[in-house]
C-alpha cells in the first residue's frame, strides 16, 4: 500500500510518500481500503515534535487520526461489520495512522457512514466530530445557556456552532470578518470579527466558553464569563489558570476515542441536523503540502482531507 511516513521529527519535509505491506484483520480488527483521512492541528504539531514532552512516537511513524473508507476483510470475533461496509476510523497516536490506503484497527474505533454522508464528509465529522461532541458534553451545554466559541469558522468550533445551536444556546462566535456570513450561516446568532474588534470589549456574562486558541484569547476570555461560567479548552496552548481569580470553572476536554460520541455525531449529520465541514481536499501524495498549510493557518471553514 502507499503510504505518507517519517523517521524523525522536523519540517514537513521529513515526510514520505512510501511503500508499505499491507496490514491483516487479525481477530477482533476490520481491514478498511481508505478513501479519504483529515488533516488535523495535533498531526503537524505532532510531526514537527511540539508534543515531544507528551507523546514519544514510535519511528518510522504513520500520521493522522482519522480514517474512512469500505470493509475489505474482518477478523475473528467481528460481528458488527462486513466487507462492503462504508465505515470510519479512529486511529492510536502509537499505531499506524490514517495517511495510508489501507489501515487496520479495532471494531470498537469504526462506525458505519450514513448513506446521505459521503465518505469524504463523514471523514471531515470524524476527529473533528469526536472533539466538539466531546467539549460540549464537558461543558454541559443547555437550553437558553450563552455560548461563546472562538475560531467559529473552524473544523472544530463550526461544529461546536451547530451543536450548541442544535441544543438551543445562544451562540457567540468569533473569527476572521471574510468568514462572518459563513458562520452565521452555521447556526451563530451574534458573529465577532476578531480582525476588526475587541470580543473582550463586547461581550459579558457568557456562561460557557470554547477555547481553541490558548495564549492571549485564553486570558481575555475570563473577563466575558459570569460568575460561575464555564471555560472549556481544547489542544489550547499556552494557558493560565485564573479560575480562582475570576470565580469560574475550567476545564480541559480530554477528546479520546469513543465509539458512542461518534455514533452521535453521525447519526445527527445523517439526520441533517449536522453538516460537516470540508474545507479542501489534497491528494495523500501532497500530505506535506497540506502539513504546511495547516502551519501557515491557511486553512479554514473546516477539515482540510487527503484523499487516496
Same mark, same amino acid.
Given at each position: 500500500?502507499?503510504?505518507?511516513?517519517?523517521s524523525?521529527?522536523?519540517?514537513?519535509?521529513?515526510?514520505?510518500?512510501?511503500?508499505?505491506?499491507?496490514?491483516?484483520?487479525?481477530?477482533?480488527?476490520?481491514? @478498511?481500503?481508505?478513501?479519504?483521512?483529515?488533516?488535523?492541528?495535533?498531526?503537524?504539531?505532532?510531526?514537527?515534535?511540539?508534543?515531544?514532552?507528551?507523546?514519544t512516537?514510535?519511528?518510522?511513524? @504513520?500520521?493522522?487520526?482519522? !480514517? !474512512?473508507g469500505?470493509?475489505?476483510?474482518?477478523?475473528?470475533? @467481528?460481528?458488527?461489520?462486513?466487507?462492503?461496509?462504508?465505515?470510519?476510523?479512529?486511529?492510536?497516536?502509537?499505531?499506524? !495512522?490514517?495517511?495510508?490506503?489501507?489501515? $487496520?484497527?479495532?471494531?470498537?474505533?469504526?462506525?458505519?457512514?450514513?448513506?446521505?454522508?459521503?465518505?469524504?464528509?463523514?471523514?471531515?465529522?470524524?476527529?473533528?466530530?469526536?472533539?466538539?461532541?466531546?467539549?460540549?458534553?464537558?461543558?454541559?451545554?443547555?437550553?437558553?445557556?450563552?455560548?461563546?466559541?472562538?475560531?467559529?469558522?473552524?473544523?472544530?468550533?463550526?461544529?461546536?456552532?451547530?451543536?450548541?445551536?442544535?441544543?438551543g444556546?445562544?451562540?457567540?462566535?468569533?473569527?476572521?470578518?471574510?468568514?462572518?456570513?459563513?458562520?452565521?450561516?452555521?447556526g451563530?446568532?451574534?458573529?465577532?470579527?476578531?480582525?476588526?474588534?475587541?470580543?473582550?470589549?463586547?461581550?459579558?456574562?457568557?456562561?460557557?466558553?470554547?477555547?481553541?486558541m490558548?495564549?492571549?484569547?485564553?486570558?481575555?476570555?475570563?473577563?466575558?464569563?459570569?460568575?460561575?461560567?464555564?471555560?472549556?479548552?481544547?489542544?489550547?496552548?499556552?494557558?493560565?489558570?485564573?479560575? $480562582?481569580?475570576?470565580?469560574?470553572?475550567?476545564?480541559?476536554?480530554?477528546?479520546?476515542?469513543?465509539?458512542?460520541?461518534?455514533?452521535?455525531?453521525?447519526?445527527?449529520?445523517?439526520?441533517?441536523?449536522?453538516?460537516?465541514?470540508?474545507?479542501?481536499?489534497?491528494?495523500?501524495?501532497? $500530505? $506535506?503540502?497540506?502539513?504546511?498549510?495547516?502551519?501557515?493557518?491557511?486553512?479554514?471553514?473546516?477539515?482540510?482531507?487527503?484523499?487516496?
Amino acid at each position: 500500500m502507499k503510504a505518507i511516513q517519517y523517521s524523525e521529527h522536523g519540517p514537513a519535509e521529513v515526510m514520505h510518500y512510501v511503500d508499505l505491506p499491507d496490514p491483516v484483520a487479525g481477530p477482533g480488527r476490520v481491514l @478498511v481500503k481508505i478513501e479519504a483521512a483529515s488533516v488535523t492541528p495535533f498531526d503537524w504539531k505532532l510531526r514537527a515534535g511540539h508534543l515531544k514532552s507528551h507523546f514519544t512516537l514510535p519511528m518510522p511513524s @504513520v500520521p493522522g487520526r482519522d !480514517g !474512512g473508507g469500505t470493509v475489505v476483510a474482518v477478523g475473528d470475533g @467481528v460481528s458488527e461489520f462486513r466487507a462492503g461496509d462504508r465505515v470510519v476510523v479512529t486511529a492510536g497516536v502509537f499505531t499506524q !495512522g490514517g495517511y495510508a490506503e489501507m489501515i $487496520a484497527v479495532d471494531e470498537k474505533n469504526a462506525v458505519k457512514i450514513p448513506g446521505s454522508l459521503s465518505t469524504v464528509e463523514a471523514v471531515a465529522l470524524t476527529n473533528a466530530g469526536l472533539s466538539a461532541w466531546i467539549a460540549v458534553r464537558t461543558a454541559e451545554v443547555k437550553s437558553g445557556d450563552k455560548v461563546l466559541v472562538h475560531a467559529g469558522a473552524g473544523a472544530v468550533g463550526g461544529l461546536l456552532v451547530q451543536l450548541c445551536h442544535h441544543l438551543g444556546a445562544r451562540v457567540t462566535a468569533t473569527c476572521r470578518s471574510t468568514n462572518r456570513d459563513y458562520v452565521l450561516g452555521l447556526g451563530a446568532d451574534q458573529v465577532i470579527a476578531y480582525d476588526r474588534e475587541d470580543f473582550s470589549g463586547v461581550l459579558k456574562e457568557q456562561d460557557i466558553v470554547f477555547d481553541l486558541m490558548g495564549g492571549d484569547i485564553h486570558d481575555k476570555s475570563y473577563k466575558v464569563l459570569k460568575k460561575g461560567g464555564h471555560l472549556v479548552w481544547l489542544v489550547a496552548d499556552p494557558i493560565r489558570d485564573r479560575s $480562582a481569580e475570576f470565580g469560574v470553572k475550567v476545564t480541559r476536554a480530554m477528546v479520546t476515542d469513543d465509539k458512542s460520541a461518534l455514533q452521535a455525531m453521525m447519526d445527527l449529520a445523517g439526520a441533517g441536523v449536522i453538516k460537516p465541514q470540508v474545507a479542501r481536499t489534497m491528494p495523500l501524495s501532497e $500530505a $506535506a503540502e497540506a502539513h504546511r498549510l495547516m502551519e501557515k493557518g491557511a486553512i479554514s471553514r473546516g477539515r482540510l482531507i487527503l484523499v487516496m
